[in-house]
C-alpha cells in the first residue's frame, strides 16, 4: 500500500489549494479515504471521508462549508480542495485509508502553510 500526497504550499489567507494524494498497492474501489492533518505540538486530527464509491463524505465542523474531499476510483485519486484557508489550517495534511478496524495506512504528508 502507498499512499502520495501531493498539492501542499504557502498561500496567503483566504486563498485556496488543492491536495491530492494518489493511492496504489490495493483496490482503491473498495476503502472509504479521509484527510487528516497534524498541527504544530498537537494531534492528529480528521478533516474530511469519502465512501468507497464516492456517493457520501463527512467533514470535521472546522471543514465544513470551506473544503471539499473528492475522488477518482478511475485514477486512484482522492483530492481535498480547501477554500478560504485561515492561520488555523496550517498543518501537515495526510491521506488515510483504514485497513481493518485496527490498522491502516498513512502517507508522508504534504505541508500546507497559511501566512501573509
Known amino acids: 500500500v502507498q499512499l502520495v500526497e501531493s498539492g501542499g504550499g504557502l498561500v496567503q489567507p483566504g486563498g485556496s489549494l488543492r491536495l491530492s494524494c494518489a493511492a496504489s498497492?490495493?483496490?482503491?474501489?473498495?476503502?472509504?479515504m479521509s484527510w487528516y492533518r497534524q498541527a504544530p505540538g498537537k494531534g492528529r486530527e480528521l478533516v474530511a471521508s469519502?465512501?468507497?464509491?464516492?456517493?457520501?463524505?463527512n467533514y470535521a465542523d472546522s471543514a465544513k462549508g470551506r473544503f471539499t474531499i473528492s475522488r477518482d476510483n478511475d485514477k486512484n485519486t482522492v483530492t481535498l480542495q480547501m477554500d478560504s484557508l485561515n492561520p488555523e489550517d496550517t498543518a501537515v495534511y495526510l491521506c488515510?485509508?483504514?485497513?481493518?478496524?485496527?490498522?491502516?495506512?498513512w502517507g508522508q504528508g504534504t505541508q500546507v502553510t497559511v501566512s501573509s
Open positions: 488515510y485509508v483504514r485497513w481493518s478496524s485496527s490498522t491502516g495506512y
Open positions: 469519502i465512501s468507497n464509491t464516492g456517493s457520501s463524505a
Open positions: 498497492g490495493f483496490t482503491f474501489s473498495n476503502y472509504a
